[in-house]
């Protein structure tokens, strides 16, 4: 399974940004996709992942700014981040967990995409 990141880059504080990520591959059809962050000197934390029954989970600081969503058909899930803040500076990385069959935990990482918010 390969994961392919896009979006990210330099926004002002405010600002809105999207990700996306495809998954391409064999992976069972129960999973959960979403992102995970990592800001300099600090662990890497569940931003939001969204499973395949379309149950969600946000971290706090990211609710109300932060929207996941995905598309089945394709693959690939997306992440839109409004009202960004500083402390949102972080890579972001794409992830997809197996929750089913043989492979059950399963992870796979995309490489990570820089989220830089700063005026």
């Known amino acids: 399974v390969q994961l392919q990141a896009s979006g990210g880059g330099l926004v002002q504080p405010g600002g809105s940004l999207g990700l996306s990520c495809a998954a391409s591959?064999?992976?069972?059809?129960?999973?959960?996709m979403g992102w995970y962050r990592q800001a300099p000197g600090k662990q890497r934390m569940l931003v939001a992942h969204?499973?395949?029954?379309?149950?969600?989970d946000l971290a706090d600081s990211v609710e109300g700014r932060f929207t996941i969503s995905r598309d089945n058909a394709k693959n690939t899930v997306y992440l839109q981040m409004n009202s960004l803040q500083p402390e949102d500076t972080a890579v972001y990385y794409c992830?997809?967990?197996?929750?089913?069959?043989?492979?059950?935990?399963?992870?796979?990482w995309g490489k990570g995409t820089l989220v830089t918010v700063s005026s």
């Open positions: 591959g064999n992976f069972f059809s129960f999973n959960a």
């Open positions: 969204m499973f395949s029954d379309g149950r969600t």
């Open positions: 992830n997809v967990v197996e929750l089913g069959g043989a492979k059950y935990g399963m992870e796979y």
